[in-house]
């Protein structure tokens, strides 16, 4: 089978899982977008990609994601960054990426809306939201098996989306989150729909929540997801990350 072929009923078979989710849901399939999470994989298979139909790609990592997005810039693709962000590099995802979901600290809103005045651009951002448990009261092995994942606390949440909101380089979209590995994807999302829901009180057009991957498409469907990151149930495994 052609690369072109499998990605094809890869996405086709993800496509049926978010439609059985959004009917059992009792949601509008056009409600939720599908982004196909291409880290690890050539900007071949972005370019297939979208020939088939694919609007939404995301990336993890500026060195590789620049040079990709650069290489498959004129196919009319919305670019997203998902992966947690260093400040000296916040300039730099800024000149390529449309969409951020990973800002959660204020240090990066200033460093994303100075590299999006610099390039002249607006940047649409949403809120990283940690739902892991907090690390002190963690046994240690846990602590060390979830290792640095990013996403403010609950807490912050409000303060970092007024700064972003208040950037006019930057544009407040709502919230993204990863689930706990090992722990139960619903309650996460539905923390992270509360999270939401105060949100939007201040900030109505904050309505993106951003949840839920190949393993757990269906409970963030079910708890409200606007945006799913879709990777390995549409491009395959990818090689191990260091
Ligand atoms: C890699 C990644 C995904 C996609 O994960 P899959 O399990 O391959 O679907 C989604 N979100 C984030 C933040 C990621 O880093």
Not at 55 to 61: F, I, K, S, T, Y
Not at 191 to 214: C, E, F, N, Y
Request: with cysteine; aromatic share 2%.
């Amino acid at each position: 089978m052609s690369r072109r072929d499998e990605l094809g009923e890869r996405l086709a078979a993800v496509e049926e899982r978010v439609v059985a989710a959004c009917r059992e849901a009792g949601r509008d399939r056009a409600e939720v977008t599908v982004i196909a999470v291409t880290k690890t994989h050539p900007a071949s298979d972005v370019r297939l990609l979208a020939e088939l139909g694919v609007a939404d790609v995301a990336e993890n990592r500026e060195q590789e994601a620049g040079p990709k997005a650069a290489e498959c810039a004129g196919l009319g693709l919305r670019w997203h960054y998902i992966g947690q962000l260093q400040t000296n590099k916040a300039a730099a995802v800024a000149r390529w990426a449309d969409v951020v979901h990973s800002v959660d600290r204020l240090r990066l809103v200033t460093a994303l809306r100075r590299g999006a005045e610099q390039g002249g651009r607006r940047l649409d951002c949403l809120v990283q939201v940690s739902l892991d448990p907090p690390l002190a009261s963690a046994p240690d092995a846990l602590a060390g098996a979830l290792g640095p994942r990013g996403g403010a606390f609950p807490s912050q949440v409000d303060e970092i989306a007024d700064a972003v909101a208040g950037s006019g380089s930057l544009r407040l979209r709502g919230v993204m989150a990863v689930a706990p590995r090992g722990g139960d994807a619903a309650a996460a999302f539905a923390q992270l729909a509360t999270v939401s829901d105060r949100l939007r009180k201040g900030h109505p057009d904050a309505s993106w929540i951003s949840a839920g991957m190949s393993g757990d498409l269906e409970a963030a469907v079910h708890a409200g997801a606007t945006h799913l990151r879709v990777g390995s149930a549409i491009l395959g495994m990818r090689p191990p990350l260091r």
